[in-house]
């Protein structure tokens, strides 16, 4: 049992001070852009009840929540996302309506399995745009997210956009349950084409449908996807899908980023509420998204208050990982001076350490070292200047 | 560019390279006997790597290989999400329920169905999907001891020719799934890597309607 003392549970981690140093950073730089780019910011509880996240959209699945029971008896969770908390944010405090943008720089909590870049307990930095529901509200979120990316200092990367309302078009005529539906949804997500052959036979699925249902896996690149897309069905709801994809395009092209951008018909994201745009961040040397996200228009009226929405979560700690595989993360704190003083000469050296550190200089006070010792310190932290303060004066070692 | 393939270790990895040099990939330094775990192909396009079959879905899932070659069962345990965009045709079983014929005597201790397994996680959601609760006691091997020695009521393995179960008096009560050998890919890597992975899974399709 005494050993306990000494760990930390599965999941968490400490953050050290070199780690620290760059997260932090990167949390300021990206609050900084999103402040800019006309976001509030917004802080939601740790813990929420679960029924903010239970049933119907927004749902998560038990089994991935932490939950413990609250002092009235209700049961709590530690949230697992962000989106949710500040939908219902949003619809319980400002239910007049009007477009929202906020932004957050929070801890998700999840009870997965940890490992790396999967972890119990990580910072999300997002926005939720909310109240608009035009194409130029999808492409301003997926902007910012090229810009998030930017601006936390990775390089190449790829923003790949679905849109989920082609598939929902595809099998809507097909009546089929949730929970086939789901399965089918999946099949398509993994790229599986055995699975969704053999799903299309069980279901008595034929003829055009099932080439269509077949062919979505494939249906990704560049621009020239969208003709492939309207000549694969020339379903209503597939149309708009592919013109409103089309739309959200030639803005982001507007935006000078098209260079970033790929799509992928096949893509759907495994969390139930998105309804429209959707995509995700990805980069070299790390097999999972750095940023996720897209259009939830369904989410708000759960709480009462129904209202489009979109928006995407920045995931720091896969960022971190992604650029130290890349050789993108350095920088450490930059001290200027280190200070020491003889015996009876401490009232100068505070004096003088607090006068620098008005003027915004980083200062390390260590009264009582011998010149030799300050020397070594001086070594030690990096530090661009060591000053002594004795009887005679002040002097620059 | 690049690109970096995980191969299990033993016969799927000769299966698989195989088809790799059908595609027009030689590597004649992975047929020498060595103890190397990475191989590089003549054009030095292709890494190889050399890892245990339940670890290719762990190298694909975090990226480190941008794709791998393995067992349908394989991939099912692990549960990663992966793209599986081919099916390779060899390494082909099926994974079963097996037991006693009459289904005997149910042990008085236990309420649930004991099931003995390589596949914990398989059995699992296997059972949990037709709603009947199991507990799973995880073997390594010769699973079929399991129901002999009165440890589990059924097992959930690979059947292949299906002789071990004759041998041992079981039989086949449930099928849950047929196996073969799949070609994973990362989700990042291919959109990423699109230009180099793209090609190289057409060519591999081809080769496997060919050979079919």
Redesign the interface.
């Known amino acids: 049992m005494d050993t306990f003392k000494m760990q930390v549970p599965d999941g968490v981690e400490d953050c050290l001070p070199a780690e620290c140093y760059i997260k932090k950073r990167m949390e300021a730089a990206l609050r900084r852009r999103f402040v800019l780019s006309g976001y509030d910011e917004v802080e939601t509880p740790t813990y929420e009840y679960l029924d903010v996240f239970q049933s119907g959209v927004g749902a998560y699945m038990q089994e991935s929540m932490i939950k413990f029971v609250g002092p009235s008896g209700r049961i709590l969770v530690l949230r697992p996302d962000l989106t949710v908390p500040i939908a219902r944010l949003v619809a319980t405090k400002f239910p007049a309506g009007g477009i929202k943008r906020l932004f957050y720089i929070q801890n998700s909590y999840a009870a997965a399995e940890p490992?790396?870049?999967k972890a119990g307990e990580f910072t999300q930095a997002g926005i939720e745009l909310i109240g608009d529901a035009s194409c130029a509200a999808d492409a301003e979120v997926i902007a910012l997210a090229v810009r998030a990316l930017q601006t936390a200092g990775l390089r190449s990367f790829?923003i790949?956009i679905g849109q989920v309302a082609y598939f929902k078009a595809l099998v809507s005529g097909l009546e089929l349950d949730e929970a086939k539906t789901d399965a089918l949804r999946r099949a398509v997500d993994?790229?599986?084409?055995?699975?969704i052959e053999a799903m299309t036979a069980r279901l008595g699925i034929t003829g055009r449908r099932k080439e269509q249902l077949l062919a979505l896996?494939n249906l990704?690149?560049g621009a020239e996807v969208f003709d492939k897309a309207l000549a694969l069905s020339d379903e209503e709801g597939c149309r708009k899908a592919v013109e409103n994809l089309k739309s959200v395009y030639s803005l982001l092209t507007d935006y000078g980023l098209a260079e970033y951008i790929?799509i992928?018909f096949g893509m759907l994201h495994?969390i139930a509420y998105y309804s429209g745009i959707i995509f995700r961040g990805?980069?070299?040397?790390?097999?999972?998204?750095v940023v996720s996200g897209g259009r939830y228009d369904d989410l708000l009226s759960k709480f009462g208050s129904p209202a489009p929405a979109t928006g995407f979560a920045l995931g720091i700690k896969r960022v971190m990982i992604a650029m130290e595989r890349q050789g993108l993360l350095s920088g450490y704190y930059a001290t200027d001076a280190v200070v020491s003083c003889s015996d009876g000469c401490q009232g100068e050296a505070f004096a003088w350490a607090e006068a620098q550190r008005a003027e915004g200089r980083r200062v390390v006070l260590m009264p009582g070292l011998l010149e030799w010792e300050l020397m070594q310190a001086k070594e030690q932290t990096g530090a661009k200047a060591a000053v002594y303060f004795e009887k005679d004066g002040m002097k620059t070692l | 560019m690049q690109i970096t393939i995980a191969l299990a270790k033993g016969r799927l990895a000769e299966k698989a390279m195989e088809i790799l040099q059908q595609c027009g990939i030689e590597c004649d330094e992975m047929f020498r006997d060595t103890r190397k775990l990475i191989f590089f192909d003549k054009a030095r396009k292709v890494r190889f790597i050399m890892v245990k079959p339940a670890d290719v879905p762990t190298y694909v899932d975090h990226g480190v290989a941008d794709m791998g070659i393995v067992g349908k069962d394989t991939l099912m345990e692990a549960n990663l999400p992966l793209y599986e965009m081919a099916d390779l045709k060899f390494g082909k079983c099926r994974l079963c329920i097996a037991g006693y014929p009459a289904g005997r005597d149910k042990s008085l201790t236990s309420s649930v169905l004991r099931v003995a397994t390589k596949y914990p996680e398989i059995a699992k959601s296997y059972y949990a999907s037709k709603g009947i609760s199991i507990e799973c006691i995880k073997l390594s091997g010769s699973v079929e001891l399991g129901p002999i020695l009165g440890l589990s009521d059924v097992i959930l393995d690979i059947v292949e020719s299906g002789r071990t179960l004759v041998e041992n008096g079981l039989v086949i009560t449930e099928e849950v799934a047929e196996v073969s050998a799949r070609l994973a890919v990362n989700r990042a890597s291919l959109k990423i890597k699109a230009k180099a992975l793209m090609p190289l899974i057409e060519r591999i399709r081809q080769v496997v309607e060919e050979r079919a």
């Not at chain 1, 993994?190 to 699975?195: A, C, I, L, R, T």
């Not at chain 1, 990805?282 to 998204?289: Q, Y």
Request: charged share 25%; net charge negative.
């Open positions: 490992s790396i870049g790829t790949d993994s790229k599986n084409v055995v699975e896996p990704f690149g790929s992928d495994d990805l980069t070299p040397e790390i097999g999972f998204p």
